[in-house]
């Protein structure tokens, strides 16, 4: 008999569970998916065995796409922007154990960008490995999951989690992010070299919360939901996202910053002001703020 894995709402979570929550966001076989991932979202934890725990999500996984689908879990180390060496096989992954987790399997790859590293398994790995210096270009991996319309997956964790708007923003060409070069080393198996990315960067003056935008999905039928336990499995296609995030900054280029709570939004509309009118000045600001609270940058 399966062992559950959670406990929530006084009832068990089992695998099963899961690969229905699966299904209900639409997710099929030969699927693409990009999965961000809190796997604390559910539950109380039913088993003190991590390795079964964190085995069996991404069985329940793979089962869920099948052997001509593909998994893509991000595993960003932001090593250039901290000023530190990109090791392909030992850099750590900062966005969850599950991600480090997966990241080890002997059949996953790793991209070499050294800050927004993915790893991939599936049918499209090798094409998906193959990615560029621009982090949120054509030739990332965000690009090629919207040539491949692939499905954003968000396995516990917030909308707040998705990177794939960076895309979105640069595609379009918002004003409050400006294109950085970033330095450094990586280490691929035997060999060291120094290497560099582009890094479509924020202005640290400006705040950004993406409730309006979730919210948005969640209206027009884009964002599929499906509650697990105490938190939820969300679901949206590349395509369609990107399609409708590009309507939305037509209408208005500083969608993405209108947020609550207040204080963001009177910081935003005050750091708007400047980048319309003085961006001399917003400029000189963001780069002194840097600077002083941002060394490492």
């Not at 008999?1 to 009832?11: F, G, V």
């Not at 960008?113 to 599936?122: E, L, N, T």
């Not at 919207?146 to 979105?168: D, E, M, R």
Request: hydrophobic share 40%; glycine share 8%.
């Amino acid at each position: 008999m399966m062992k559950p894995l959670y406990k929530a709402n006084e009832r068990c979570i089992y695998q099963a569970d899961i690969a229905k929550a699966l299904r209900r966001c639409g997710i099929k076989k030969g699927d693409i998916l990009f999965v961000h991932s809190d796997i604390s979202a559910f539950g109380k934890l039913s088993t003190l065995d991590a390795a079964f725990l964190l085995k069996t999500l991404i069985g329940t996984l793979k089962e869920s796409v099948g052997s001509a689908g593909t998994i893509i879990m991000p595993t960003f180390t932001y090593s250039f922007t901290e000023n530190k060496p990109y090791d392909m096989a030992n850099s750590k992954s900062k966005v969850g154990i599950l991600t480090e987790y997966f990241r080890k399997l002997p059949d996953v790859g790793r991209t070499t960008h050294a800050d927004h590293s993915v790893a991939v398994w599936g049918k499209y790995k090798s094409e998906l490995l193959r990615i560029g210096k621009d982090t949120f270009g054509n030739d990332s991996i965000f690009g090629k999951l919207h040539k491949l319309n692939g499905k954003i997956i968000f396995f516990g964790a917030p909308f707040q989690s998705c990177t794939f708007v960076h895309y979105i923003e640069q595609m379009h060409g918002v004003p409050y992010r400006y294109m950085k070069k970033i330095r450094g080393k990586i280490v691929d198996s035997d060999k060291e070299y120094e290497d560099e990315i582009t890094f479509y960067v924020k202005y640290v003056v400006f705040f950004t919360l993406l409730s309006n935008l979730e919210k948005h999905l969640i209206g027009k039928k884009l964002l599929k939901e499906a509650k697990l336990g105490h938190g939820r499995i969300s679901m949206v296609e590349a395509g369609a996202f990107f399609k409708e995030g590009q309507k939305l900054l037509d209408k208005d280029i500083f969608f993405f910053l209108k947020n609550e709570p207040k204080i963001f939004r009177i910081f935003n509309t005050f750091s708007c002001f400047f980048l319309k009118r003085e961006p001399k000045i917003l400029k000189k600001l963001n780069k002194f703020i840097e600077r002083k609270f941002f060394l490492n940058q």
